[in-house]
């Protein structure tokens, strides 16, 4: 029911994006190249995932189209709008920032003890 | 359409979810796994689909709507489930939102709309107050013309007659006719602001050339012109003289009263020699009879006018002699109009209707969460299964809505009913009542606030209800430990106390309305004919209208049933009371308090034929009217108390007037008479002379053995042969007038009797639901308990003590806001104490014992309770 990834809030939208910046993908690609770039380490539950797909289809910065897939059945195919990638690389930029400073602050506070 | 889309947006989302399983299974499959196997696994990870699909909806917030239909139909079909309980729930509704829907609209005909004119809350009338009497007066007008000259915040003033708003006769196109008219100073169009419909108003030129003109009345435009604008330039007799019809003024003009046919400029008429404001300083300054309406300078306030003509009015007492009496109230037109007591009355019936709306909607809250309790079970698997709380949220909310939705379709149906009804049967006492119609603010507003309650007292408790831990909800059947019923303990009592509060005022109104009605009116009222006579210019004088008065009383005595035939000035006494007598002997003091008092011209059999007895002396008789008779007087028994206390009025003597006659003569008192109340029975009889006369305007009575009702045909025909060019306006029975004068008191005491009937069966319903729901929850211990030995009446005792102990509560918390509103009633209740122990303490013995029935069922019922069974069942 709850996600197992133990993301940081937000966190799931952005790596979605991140995934459809190189092609447009189906819902289970999506949660199969998380799992499989992260190496495992990130893993999310249907629960998770669709709400989050359709919650950024819903803000336009998703878009989806039906396709005839590789299984032969017609599956739901997103992809990343120009909002989308905007809203990516803004985000991106603001979670790498954040990331620096927390390492930063990781860092001197090491300092401090050493 | 949408609702389209999205169903198969639903179906697209299974479509998507389904081909993430094969896709999964798939994978599993290609990594070895048998399928089967792969299924069952991918299912264990999936976790519920529907609960995925669940989690994806609440994510859409555009499809609200769909939602919204969807949650309605399962709410629908839930309620369907139910019929017993959907039925009451809707009638209950029905009931209050179609009475608040009636009253809302009532209060805002009444009471909320402005006065049709331009800027109506500029508009004021300025009244002249007698400071000893403590009463209003008619104004003279050297005042008006100070007041006019002095104020700064009245940027105008313009005077009409009162007393001359009485009847006019005036021949039309065709029959002779009656009607009220208004006669009016300078201006007086101008300040009120309304345009007229069509042609125009008494220019300052009409004035000046003392043309003859008249404006028409939009209805009396309509009866004899059918709205043609031919109408103007068009010549009309009034009074006798022919005036030129030069405007209309549409309905919505309702000054001097709404029932004003048509104006004329006062300078048409004798009192322009006096009113001619060249003139007017010379004039008597008190004891006249002008109305004064003024309009506000824009911006300044009622206050700034008050405390401005105040000194004014201070001013012209330290000036003039006839004033020294005199002060100045300056009343927004609104209040004029309306009436305080009449927009206090009407608040009050609508504080009674939201009060049984409150009721309702905790009484339909009650049995809501009694629902929600038994449906915990469901609520539980469902939470299980995967629905939010928002979603049971929603769900609830949804069925309130289905409940409001429908109730208030039949409210509304049921609010046109009642205010069809009110039109046809209400008080004809209420201004503008008669405009009642469904209107859109109205049913908007009440329709809006029976949904807030509906959602306040319907959602709340049920999601109380519903706060449960899931677990224990689906462990057991969960009958034994329902949550302390706590809130629906509160909802019962706080709908009985507001029963008691509505029963209370009920009580006093009723009580009130009985007293007024059972007022001795001092005469015979029963089988008593009122038809007013205006005899035209042609009667010239006393002795042409004493034989039109014989003519009449011989041709209607013939009529079978007729047994006496008498005349008076105004029988019902519409007139201010403000004359004065002179008694010999006596020094008047000019500085003390005038009664108020009458004096009426009647014909010699007036007394006889309306049955006023003879206290003492003697009646009048035809001799008192014959020429050169010595004039004499009756008076009733409060004014010989009054002007001659422990002594016998017979004897004494006096005169009509302020001062001795000039030639030293007086008129004898013959008689005394029983005092009566002709204006209506909840009015206080007054001082009152009378003196023989002949009459040219007066009330003809009409005394019947029996059946006054089917005499006015017949009296009618015959008043046409003897003189076809007399109009006859008003035929009414003294009955009729004596009821419709306490039409808003009995309006008052239907109404909140009505309610409280109401409020009293929701109330009981409410509590006995209640106790019988607990009755039903506890089966089981109640089955444990008589197995244990406890004997039928420590059940009974049981239950009936909490099912007293909450109607005690409501009670006593009832009587506290009960009498905390007292203040408020009293001044519209007659000869009844608003905190009057006898009323309270029978409401409440009443609410007692119909509560104590309620729960009487429901004890009994646990009474009869089986140990076996009920303990099978648990």
Redesign the interface.
Known sequence: MSTKSDLPQGTLDLLILKVLVVAPLHGYAVGQRLQQISRDVVQVTQGTLYPALHRLEHRQLLTAEWKMSDTGREAKFYRLTRKGRLYMEAETRNWLRLTDAIALIFKSAEGSTS | MRWFRNASSDE??D???R??I???V??YVASGMSEPDARRRVRI???GLE??KE??R?????QWFSELVRDSRVGFRGLRREPLFALSVTIILTVAIGASVAMFSVLHTVVLRALPYPRANELAMIRTHLMLQNQPDGTSLPNWFDWRRESKTFAGMAYYLRTAVSAVTFVGRDAPQRGVAGLVGPDFFEVVGTAPLIGRTPSSDDFDRRDRVVVLSEGLWQEQFARSADALGQSMVIDGEPHTIIGVMPYTFQIPSSDTRLWRPISATPFWEIANTAKVSGLQRDGDAFEVIGRLVPNRTFDDARAEMRLIAARLRDTYEGNKNLDVRVIPLFDYVIGEDTQRGVWLGFAAVLALLAIAGTNVGGLLSVRAMRRRQEFAVRSALGAGRWRMIRQLLAESVVLWAIASTGGVALAYGLMRLLLLYGPRSIPRLEQLGLDAVAVTASLFGALLVIIVCGTIPSLVATRTKRAAALATRDQSSPPRPRLQDGLVVAQIAGALVLVVGAVLFAESFMRAQAEDPGYAADNLMIVRIELPRAYRDGASWARFFDETSARLKTLPGVVGIGGTMDFFMRRNGDQSVTVEGRIVDPNAPRQRLTIEGVTPGFFDVAGIELVEGRMFEERDLAPGAAPVFIVNELMARQLWPGESAVGKRMVNGREPRKDGRWDSVVGVVRNVRREGLDLQPFLTAYNPLNLRSYDLVIRASTGVNELIPSVRRELRAIDATVPLAQITTVRSRLSERLSGRRFQSQALGLFAAIALVLAAAGLYALLAYQVTMRTREIGIRSALGADRRSIVTMVLRHGVRLAVAGVLAGIVVAAAAARLLQGLLYNTQAIDVSSYAGAAIGMLLIAGTAACVPAFRAARVSPLTALREG
Not at chain 2, 58 to 62: K, L, Q
């Open positions: 697209r989302l479509l998507e979810l081909d993430h094969e896709r999964q798939a994978d990870e999936f976790g609960q995925a989690h994806v609440d994510v859409r917030p555009h």
